[in-house]
Every structure is written in structure tokens, then in C-alpha cells.
């Protein structure tokens, strides 16, 4: 059972950091489901931008404990992936950002 694109795929990162992995090896940055596993995150990423994924890197980034003032709270823990593309394809509506 296939999901949706949109359910797995959350957004992309964009920073000085995930555009150097862009140029420098073709991977793309994104936060995904965290329930989602690489299988998942790859036929996704394959059926929403119609190119040939290489390699699916996942990582949980944990909440981080935040204050205001007295009170304090968590932010919540998000699931991050790194997607290398094979040669010669690209994400065209991420190369003029």
C-alpha cells in the first residue's frame, strides 16, 4: 500500500548547509512523517518530483526545552531525511532557490 506524497513528505530544508549538499552531491533535505521509513520516503519522493533516488538517509532530531520567562516548554521531535539523487537528475523547482 502506497501513501500519498504529501502525507509523507512535510517540507524542504533550506539553509546554507543543505544547499552546499545540493551542489556538492546532489542531496536534498527534507522533514518527513516520523513514522515514515525509507521505503516509504523514497517511492514518495520518486512519485511527487518523477526522479531516480540513490540513497535515503533518515535522522530524528529531538525536542529541545524552550523558556519564556518562568514558564517552560518542549518543542516537539521532528524527523529529517537526506536524499541523494542518482547522476544526471535534479529537482528542478529547488534549483533557483
Known sequence: MSRDPR?????????????????ANNEYVFEVDKKANKHVIKAAVEKAFKVKVDDVRTLIVPGK???????????????KVIVRLKKGESISMFENI
Open 65 to 79: 526545552t524552550r523558556r519564556m520567562g518562568r514558564y517552560e516548554g518542549k518543542t516537539p521531535t521532528w524527523k
Open 7 to 23: 502525507q509523507v513528505i512535510k517540507l524542504h530544508i533550506q539553509t546554507e548547509r543543505t544547499t552546499g549538499l545540493r551542489q
